[in-house]
């Protein structure tokens, strides 16, 4: 496997490790799953959880939002070549890593943790979702792909199994930040992997989320 893998140094110490995780939901001791909501470039860890108040769901929910450090995971385009949004990029998928090792300490199985980011959140998510497959409970990634090597995305670079888990896709056709052969050609590399893939590209849609992605979410959370 040629693509670098984050997972366990301890030690790694970036320019997101120190910052804090904003949390939210049901405790820990409440709590039947979990969910890692990683922001887009220029918001907050609050901002993303505020999202959770459109799920309308019976899961008891265990928010966790890091962030990130001057507000933004990585510094250039996420198509830009990956050398070129170090350390950030790396500092964000260790701040990742160390949240579910968190959560798998407080009984939280892979299968009962969800991810979802928006923007340079969903392609940060996205990419660790591919770097480290297991059975999660699932993937939402809005208008995001995920980074490979910045200017490509090469299947071979990734192995494992995702164990059919679930995966949602959405994304405007025109996004200026997200192009869609990029939501494309992630969709090919998690199918690869063996995830269940549900990719939608909507007609002329800004840089936003919409109702039927919300409405996507609901589908996950309560299925």
Sequence with gaps: MSLFRV?????????????????????VSEADAAMVMIHGRGATAPSII???????????????????SGNTWYPNSFMAPSEQNQPGLSSGLQKIYDIVQD???????????????????????SEFVARHPAKYGGLIALSGGMIGVGDAVH?????????KTPIFMGCSDVDPHIPKERVN?????????NADVTKKLYPGMGHLVNEDEIKHIREMLNS
């Design 50 to 68: 505020q999202l959770a108040g459109e799920f309308n769901t019976d899961r008891k929910l265990t928010l966790r939002a890091p962030q990130a």
């Design 185 to 193: 050609e992630s969709e090919e590399v998690f199918m690869k992997l």
């Design 7 to 27: 997972t366990d140094d301890t030690n790694f110490n970036g320019p997101h490790q120190s910052t804090p995780i904003a949390e939210s939901g049901a405790s």
């Design 155 to 163: 299947p071979d670079d990734y192995e494992g199994d995702l164990l």
């Design 103 to 125: 959560l798998k300490k407080n009984g939280f199985s892979e299968e009962n943790i969800y991810f979802l980011g928006f923007s340079q959140g969903a392609c940060l998510a």
